[in-house]
């Protein structure tokens, strides 16, 4: 028999096959890398050595409290420079905190200049709570002064003065935010029906899934701060986001008695 011989055109039929496929391969290796490259970015990787607010809220909260075109862009600083130099940070009093903010002004100031060691003042033109480091601030002065503002936005958002203490105290706990249109686009009667099952009739529904999970939570109007630890923050969040989706709330006080149950045998 005669050996087979390929012809002019299946020869280039194959060369064709070949390149394509070398290039499927570079194509899903190249998404691959890109893919890589986007998990593992600033905004889903937690750096140590970097320093940050423990104050989360979600895109849509944040895009609502300010936009692009008021936010002020600084060049990031080294911690080289903060040797001599005071640092400052302002927070913004809202209209309905001021009085509040005004009765506990004693009780605020005292865990912010006797255990943070900084100057503190508010400034009635622009209202807001204005802090700066000194010689006498002992730690580190960034940190402190990190510290003292998540204290007082705590407080901002709602939190009671006893609560918010525990950020200067803990280095685990952390603020998370977010709007009950985050879950569920409702409008109307229906979101108000869904705030009423996050609270609960006199608070019941609220202050079970505080004690069961540990947490701090402050319902403002569409708005829902949760303050705690990583892990007792997500399982409130899972119960919150049942009921906005229109779970019964005994089938949430369940679950809560399920959990509770949990973390007393763990601790």
Known sequence: KKPFRSSPSQNTLLHKMEVEQQNVQHKVSGDVGEHAIETSNAHTTIDPSVLQSRILQSKSLAYSDASDDTLPVFEQMSQQNHGSESLYRRVRCPAHRYTPLRNDWEAILAPLVHYLKLQVRFNTKNRCVEMKT?????????????????????????????????????????????????????????????????????????FAIENATRTRIVVADSRIHMLGSYANIRVARNALCSLILGAPPGKVYNNMRNVAKRMNERY
């Open 134 to 206: 000194s010689v006498h601030t002992i730690d580190c002065p960034a940190s402190s002064l990190q510290k003292g503002a998540d204290f007082v936005a705590a407080y901002m958002l709602g939190f009671e003065i006893q609560d918010a203490v525990a950020l200067l105290r803990l280095e685990d706990l952390f603020v998370e935010s977010f709007q009950v249109t985050d879950v569920k686009m409702l409008k109307g009667d229906h979101l108000s029906r869904a705030i009423g099952r996050i609270a609960g009739q006199d608070g019941k529904t609220r």
